[in-house]
């Protein structure tokens, strides 16, 4: 215990010292550690999206924090600096892909010793990090939570733009949302997203990672859903109690899902199925069993008992299994 003790405050201390000598947005770009005084059944490192922050996790990361777990969400190099960027000033993103993947097996060595099972997660670029990171060490990671990763985009000229040209890109936020992070980028900084998400697609057909699951929604613009669905289909060869959940294009639910704040008005939902994952034990087969007997008009619980799985399953399941998805 001493030993836990002394790695957390080393840790916490560590890092608060170094972001004390940046210069940072607002304290939302603060590292955020939620930790118990002791190791926990889990420990949840979650990686922020491209350009954003910390507090973009906090809502399910209190979520699982109060479900008895050690939750991390470190501040990804190169984020949440103050300044005055703009295109000829842009904010110092890294164009080496090299110093996020460091930067997550670093994170990953750290958090081991925390909980007696490691899941990752992140959404965007972070969800593509953490994923990278489950098939560099699938012997250290047991499950990850991929919120809508970023693997290439469903527009092709767009695609395009990003491979090739090394403009200037500032984000439209929709009015009455929130932004955390910064408002524009140099196209570089996004490639080596392209560059890893296309690697990790290659290896997912061919080597397993981590038991995962997998969201996205249907009017999200800023992934391809279809590869999305493959990375699915690949992972479960590997892993059949991986899931995947693409949310109804009625919800609305933006690529910034994480939070209410950045126009996710339906963010209970995606906690719920975030947390029935990681507390039941099911198959992807099981899930789809209990939602067609729903179908048929059973209730959860009648469906739950007839398959057996009552011991298996999270109360949560009920959400995802009554959700329309598209």
């Known amino acids: 215990m001493s030993d836990y003790s002394t790695l957390t405050a080393t840790l916490v201390q560590a890092v608060a010292a170094a972001e004390d000598d940046l210069y940072l947005m607002n304290a939302n770009c603060r590292s955020r550690f939620l930790l118990h005084p002791h190791p926990t059944p889990k420990v949840f490192l979650f990686f922020h999206g491209f350009t954003a922050a910390p507090a973009q996790f906090v809502p399910i990361g209190k979520t699982f924090f109060e479900a008895g777990h050690n939750v991390l969400i470190p501040l990804l190099p190169g984020h949440g600096l103050a300044g005055d960027w703009n295109s000829g000033a842009p ?20 958090v081991q010793d925390l909980g007696e099972e490691v899941v990752l997660g992140g959404l965007s670029g972070g969800a593509t990090l953490a994923i990278w990171l489950a098939l560099e060490h699938p012997e250290r990671v047991d499950q990850t939570l991929l919120f809508a990763p970023y693997l290439r985009n469903s527009n092709v000229v767009l695609d395009w733009v990003i491979r090739i040209l090394n403009i200037y890109f500032e984000w439209k936020s929709e009015p009455g949302t929130t932004h955390f992070g910064y408002d524009g980028f140099r196209m570089p900084a996004l490639r080596l ?47 059949p109690k991986s899931w995947y959940h693409c949310f109804d294009k009625e919800l609305d639910i933006p690529h910034t899902m994480m939070t209410e704040a950045e126009g996710n008005e339906c963010i209970d939902l995606l906690i719920a199925v975030a947390k029935a994952y990681v507390e039941s034990d099911l198959t992807w087969t099981e899930v789809k069993e209990i939602s067609d007997r729903i179908a048929q008009g059973r209730s959860f619980d009648a469906a739950v008992a007839e398959l057996h799985l009552s011991q298996k399953v999270s109360p949560d399941l009920i959400t995802l299994v009554t959700l329309k998805a598209d």
């Open 193 to 239: 997203f392209l560059e890893m998400g296309q690697e990790v697609l290659d290896r997912t057909e061919k080597q397993p990672s981590a038991r995962s699951l997998i969201v996205s929604s249907g009017s999200d613009a800023a992934v391809n859903n279809k590869d999305l669905r493959s990375l699915f289909e690949s992972i479960r060869k590997h892993h």
């Open 91 to 110: 904010p110092p993103l890294p164009e080496d892909r090299q110093i996020y993947q460091q930067f997550g097996q670093d994170w990953l060595s750290w």
